[in-house]
């Protein structure tokens, strides 16, 4: 039996691959346009607080300072890599609409649902060029 459940992708809905186990989903905060604030021209980077497994399923990971776990499926994993790899979520799209033949609009709109979900689980952080030596 595996813990992160089956691998199947239904449709190509991203945001669905972040499973929390243990808190409510934040509210998005009044005014905050994400794409806008993190994503021109920012990378990011995991965040020190995190460890995380692969299994066959996809990658459980947890937030050590926090006490959260999360399941990734193949698909959540194959972009939490790219982004530890330093992709930029243009390139992320590009990746996953070529290997699954899927609508680029489509997979590059759930990418950064995804990356958002991961900025507002403490997943992942932004890198500015000014933290950059």
Request: hydrophobic letters at 35%.
């Amino acid at each position: 039996m595996s813990y992160c459940g089956s691998s199947n992708i239904e449709g190509f809905m991203l945001i669905s691959s972040l499973r929390t186990v243990t808190f409510p989903r934040e509210k998005p905060r009044a005014g905050h346009d994400f794409a806008t604030e993190w994503l021109q021209p920012s990378m990011f980077r995991i965040s020190e607080a995190i460890r995380s497994t692969q299994t066959q399923d996809g990658t459980i990971v947890l937030n050590v300072h926090h006490g959260e776990i999360f399941c990734l499926n193949v698909v959540g994993s194959k972009i939490l890599e790219a982004l530890r790899q330093g992709h930029d979520e243009s390139r992320i799209a590009d990746e996953i609409s070529r290997e699954y033949s899927a609508n680029r609009e489509t997979v590059h709109r759930d990418v950064l649902e995804f990356i958002e979900a991961l900025y507002k689980n403490h997943i992942i952080q932004p890198i500015r060029s000014a933290d950059i030596t």
